[in-house]
């Protein structure tokens, strides 16, 4: 079933040629690299720790962060994958820490909750993606979050940015929907895991997702899939600078 995920319509933003090259034609996905590889491993074990599932965290991380990558396509920096094993040991005992100060008392409502929705005045599309945690407090709320890999952390803007903070935004929007709960009783936080940082190496924070974000995300949703559906594929010469297929065969 054709569908759409927060990934792709950032894509779309970016540059519609630049959706149509990697989503539709196929041509140079992104493989993923050490980095990639460092944030699906230590993600495994925030989510084994978020539903507490007894295992050794360390040695899950040192595991899966081997076995993705070797799914890479190119051997990665000996140096940089010998400081990321300690970086990941060095967050992993500060998961549960942050966890704790930020939510107070919680209940995990999920991990990995997969979403496949209908969009509104959309009959072919369905948006997907996966929301990292939910948890409930005991006032009712129920707070989704994602968790991000970083290097040291992120500056206000890159918080407030709409084409970053629109992932929760649309994942606050579907999954009231698929859950029915009132989306005031929703909030969203972002997650960062801080590889180089020398303490608060975890740190929450909230995104506001109110009800005129979320009509400018839907909107831009359905902006997108109708020039999708359309086959129109407007370059956007203002990303070429930090598009890989600038002056390449693929667009000149
Ligand atoms: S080089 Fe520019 S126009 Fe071409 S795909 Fe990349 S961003 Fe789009």
Same mark, same amino acid.
């Given at each position: 079933?054709?569908?759409?995920?927060? @990934?792709?319509?950032? =894509?779309?933003?970016?540059?519609?040629? /630049? #959706?149509?090259?990697?989503? +539709? *034609? $196929?041509?140079?996905?992104?493989?993923?690299?050490?980095?990639?590889?460092?944030?699906?491993?230590?993600?495994?074990?925030?989510?084994?720790?978020?539903?507490?599932?007894?295992?050794?965290?360390?040695?899950?991380?040192?595991?899966?962060?081997?076995?993705?990558?070797?799914?890479?396509?190119?051997?990665?920096?000996?140096?940089?994958?010998?400081?990321?094993?300690?970086?990941?040991?060095?967050?992993?005992?500060?998961?549960?820490?942050?966890?704790?100060?930020?939510?107070?008392?919680?209940?995990?409502?999920?991990?990995?909750? @997969?979403?496949?929705? =209908?969009?509104?005045?959309?009959?072919? /599309? #369905?948006?997907?993606?996966? +929301? *990292? $945690?939910?948890?409930?407090?005991?006032?009712?709320?129920?707070?989704?979050?994602?968790?991000?890999?970083?290097?040291?952390?992120?500056?206000?803007?890159?918080?407030?940015?709409?084409?970053?903070?629109?992932?929760?935004?649309?994942?606050?929007?579907?999954?009231?929907?698929?859950?029915?709960?009132?989306?005031?009783?929703?909030?969203?936080?972002?997650?960062?895991?801080?590889?180089?940082?020398?303490?608060?190496?975890?740190?929450?924070?909230?995104?506001?997702?109110?009800?005129?974000?979320?009509?400018?995300?839907?909107?831009?949703?359905?902006?997108?899939?109708?020039?999708?559906?359309?086959?129109?594929?407007?370059?956007?010469?203002?990303?070429?600078?930090?598009?890989?297929?600038?002056?390449?065969?693929?667009?000149?």
């Amino acid at each position: 079933m054709p569908h759409i995920s927060f @990934s792709a319509l950032k =894509d779309w933003n970016f540059c519609a040629w /630049y #959706h149509k090259l990697t989503r +539709i *034609d $196929g041509i140079g996905r992104f493989q993923g690299n050490a980095y990639t590889a460092f944030g699906n491993a230590i993600h495994e074990v925030c989510e084994k720790k978020l539903l507490n599932e007894k295992v050794d965290e360390n040695e899950h991380f040192i595991q899966s962060f081997e076995r993705f990558l070797d799914g890479l396509p190119e051997k990665q920096d000996d140096k940089l994958v010998e400081q990321m094993r300690s970086q990941g040991k060095e967050i992993i005992p500060e998961i549960d820490v942050a966890l704790k100060d930020y939510f107070g008392e919680y209940e995990v409502v999920g991990s990995e909750i @997969s979403l496949e929705e =209908d969009i509104e005045d959309e009959d072919e /599309y #369905h948006f997907v993606g996966y +929301i *990292d $945690g939910v948890v409930k407090t005991p006032d009712g709320k129920y707070h989704i979050f994602d968790w991000k890999t970083c290097s040291w952390g992120w500056d206000a803007r890159k918080k407030s940015d709409p084409m970053v903070t629109y992932q929760l935004t649309l994942y606050k929007y579907f999954f009231s929907k698929k859950m029915n709960i009132d989306p005031k009783l929703i909030e969203t936080h972002f997650a960062l895991l801080k590889r180089t940082a020398k303490k608060n190496r975890v740190e929450f924070f909230r995104v506001t997702s109110g009800p005129r974000k979320t009509n400018n995300a839907v909107k831009l949703l359905n902006k997108a899939l109708y020039n999708i559906k359309n086959k129109r594929y407007i370059k956007n010469r203002l990303s070429c600078s930090k598009c890989d297929f600038c002056k390449t065969e693929h667009c000149s």
